[in-house]
């Protein structure tokens, strides 16, 4: 079995791709279902039974929100704007942290130790706060007018990308740094390869496979980031306040993006009342969350533990294969080790 045509990594995505690409057609093919919903029902008796939000039972099948829409379509509709964006915030990171660990691979130690030392206090402050110490101040901007939601929302995606950076360019520097210490990279300095070739043709081919594999940890633990977020009310694409409050301060919000986040954020007051509100956007995450974690694990058994699928065919034979052709070509068994030296 190839590793593209494996169930266990096209099954998750496809589920992710499905949820994306439904979340642009549905909003465009069947536009109603975004509406407020009826103010109330009414038995066939004509009395009124019921007002939004209303549960599953009533509307079908996930309930609705306060205004009565259908929480179902409306999740999906803003299933785009929390999966792509976590995926454009992982991305970012990726290239900003491999940006930032060549750099710091090739520092002098005591370069790295400042950065180090300094890197080590801030992972100590839980990401979320640092987050919403930074966005605290545009959310008031774009509540007071003075911000686009799109806008908002792209400056978002910049920041929870550009505040990981750092942390994942150390670790990926120091994960580089002793991969340079192998003996093929010290002959490789010895008769003259520059840094551009030791990048090229050493840190490149290893480094690729962990790529993958980082990325999709990425993506998973930037919508955990976006849960943590919208807990704090501050989501993508913003929020919007109304006071509703006369004797009282009495706040809601409402989202143009309707995503996932921001979907529960809106709710979350409601949560001992209509648990379902909170508890439903929640189940989204977790499946997406379940989903890049499949993904991760496959790919690191196949490209890091090369740990590949199993197959049954005829032309397949209990000859185990050459040792030379299951050994990575830039690591040493312990034999060979012993006649380098």
Known sequence: MSIVRSLRLWLPLS???????????????????????????????????SDPPYTMEEMKPLGSDKLGRNLFYLLLAGAKYTLLSAIAIALLRMIGGFAFGI?????????????????????F??????????????QLAFEAGAMFSFRFLVIEVLVIAIIVIPSLGMYIGEEMKEYLKNDFVSVSKQI????????????RPQFSRHALVMFSEQISQTLYLLIQLGVLHICLGGLKTEEFGIMEHIPEYFSYTNEWAATMSIN?????????????????????????NEVTRYLKEVLLEDALPA?????????????ASLTDPFTFSKRSKEGFH
């Open 192 to 203: 003259g390869a520059s840094r551009f070739y030791i990048i090229k043709r050493h840190l």
């Open 15 to 49: 589920l992710l791709f499905i949820t994306i690409a439904a979340s642009f057609i549905v909003p465009v093919v069947y536009p109603e279902l975004l509406e407020p919903g009826p103010r109330y029902l009414k038995d066939d008796a004509g009395r009124i039974i």
């Open 103 to 123: 750099i710091y691979a090739f520092l002098p130690a005591w370069a790295r130790q400042m950065i180090k030392g300094i890197g080590d206090t801030f992972n």
């Open 268 to 292: 979350i007051q409601m949560v001992f009342l209509h648990t379902w509100l909170v508890l439903t956007p929640l189940a989204f995450f977790a499946v997406s969350i379940f989903c890049m």
């Open 125 to 138: 402050i839980p990401l979320a706060i640092i987050a919403f110490v930074l966005l605290t101040p545009l």
């Open 311 to 323: 197959q049954q065919t005829n032309n397949v034979t209990d000859k185990p294969a050459p040792e």
